[in-house]
Each structure stands twice: as C-alpha cells, then as structure tokens.
C-alpha cells in the first residue's frame, strides 16, 4: 500500500525540478490510534490513495522547506504507505512516536525536536496540521499563511454524531454549542521552540494560544474543517457523499 504518482496540477511539483520554498515548515501529526473509529484514518482513502499521502500532498503544495510527519509506533502499513513519496521528496522526514497513548502534545514535541535538527534551513513559520479533516484544501492552507501574525488558527464547529438523529441534522443543532480554534494552524517557529518543553496532553498549545495577546492571533473560518472522522458512523457519512472513497 503505497501513494500513486504524485499528479498535483494545480503546482506540478516534480522532485527532478528546483523548487522556490517558503520560509515555513509543516508538521503532520499522524500518530493517533483510532480507537473510536476502529480502524487506521491514515490508511482511510481519499481519490484512490491513503488519506496520509493525501494530507502530505496538501503540504507540499505550500512549497515548505521541510515536513514531519508524525506516526505511530508498531503500524508499518502506516511507514509504508509513505515510502514512495518520502523517497521522492527529501524534505519529508516521518518520526516515530513510540507513546501515542501519551497524547498529541508528546508527537509535537518530536515533532519540533526534529525540525529544531534540521540544516541550513530558515524556517520562521510551522504549519501544524492532522490527517483527518477530510475536506482541507490547498485554498485553506494559503489563508492560514497568508496571515503574518503569531499564530493563525482555523475556526470551525465541531461534528457531533447522536444515534437518533442523522449527521447533517445533528452538525447543524450544535454549530452554536462548541465553536473550535483549532488544526490547522501556522505558529511562529520561535515561539513554538519556547513552549516545547511545557506541552502535554492532548490539549496543551491551545492553552498556550489562548493566553497570547489578542493582537498576535488570527483566525481563518472554515465550516467544512468540523468534518474530521472519529467515529464509524462519521466514516459511513464521509462515504456517502463522496469525501472518501467507499470501496476501500
């Protein structure tokens, strides 16, 4: 189970070609078990690939001059799903964490230790992004960099799934009940050096954003972003419409 060729249109990007990078960084926090849904989301498909490979593509689509790409430990069908394009792209590093049961606060914290290593790099900016909002877009992605404040965070409703009531009925009952500031966001490379030793949990650097100065932060609405799949009926209702592929 590997990515296909990598054909994006809209940059054709080719790893024979140079390419003008930015002054960012991604980070791709992939190392989630998927307890609720039962199954891997990274190996979920999405326009016949493995959602990961897809998720990386976006990020490369930005032109950074580097992505990590967190996984977990003992998933190998997760490492070799990005064999091909980690082989075809050196910028992309993926770091094992061999505690995901610790959190998404330890996988950052790999994360920023790996970008911290990197050479005769200038990154000042790192985008942060998971694998699971099924319906993230180049388009967002530009938004979120185009903004030069400290962090600039995506702002969406959460999806909600109740057994008696159908998805689209239930997003719209609770739009209002949990507005989320959230993935993904980009982040001042300093700024997130200085709060890696403090991160943990599953919840840490939103504590940290929230008590930056109002002047240093930005958001960037996107309703489709509440469309993450945590559940297997979010992952019935993904297939019905199309926003993964329903053979796989």
């Known amino acids: 189970m ?32 998927s307890r609720r849904l039962g199954q891997a989301k990274q190996l979920l498909y999405k326009a016949g690939e493995p959602l990961i490979c897809f998720m990386t593509k976006l990020a490369l689509s930005t032109k950074p001059q580097a992505i990590i790409i967190v ?9 070799s799903a990005m064999n091909e394009l980690a082989f075809q792209y050196s910028i992309i590093q993926m ?28 990154i000042e900016r790192v985008v942060i992004m998971g694998v ?5 877009d180049e388009q967002h992605l530009a ?32 739009a209002s009940t949990q507005n989320i500031i959230g993935l993904p966001l980009t982040i001042d490379y300093g700024l997130l ?23 240093q932060v930005s958001t960037v609405s996107n309703k489709q972003l509440s469309y993450d799949i945590d559940t297997p009926e ?7 419409q199309g926003w993964l592929d329903e053979q796989y």
């Open 71 to 79: 996984i977990p430990d003992n998933q190998p069908l997760i490492a």
């Open 234 to 240: 979010q992952l019935i209702h993904a297939k019905q």
């Open 193 to 215: 050096k200085r709060w890696q030793a403090v991160l943990s949990g599953d919840s840490g650097l939103r504590y940290f954003i929230r008590e930056l100065p109002p002047s």
């Open 132 to 136: 699971d909002q099924v319906l993230l």
């Open 143 to 174: 938004k979120l960099l185009a903004d030069k404040r400290s962090v600039v965070a995506s702002n969406y409703s959460s999806w909600q799934h109740s057994n008696n009531r159908n998805l689209n009925e239930t997003t719209t009952a609770n």
């Open 95 to 122: 770091v094992v964490n061999p505690t995901p049961k610790t959190g998404m606060a330890y996988s950052l914290t790999l994360a920023i230790e790996a970008v911290t290593q990197l050479t005769s790099s200038s």
């Open 2 to 33: 590997t990515c296909d060729s990598f054909k994006l249109a809209s940059t054709q990007l080719k790893p024979t070609s140079p390419l003008r990078r930015s002054n960012h960084a991604v980070i791709i926090l992939a190392s989630g078990l």
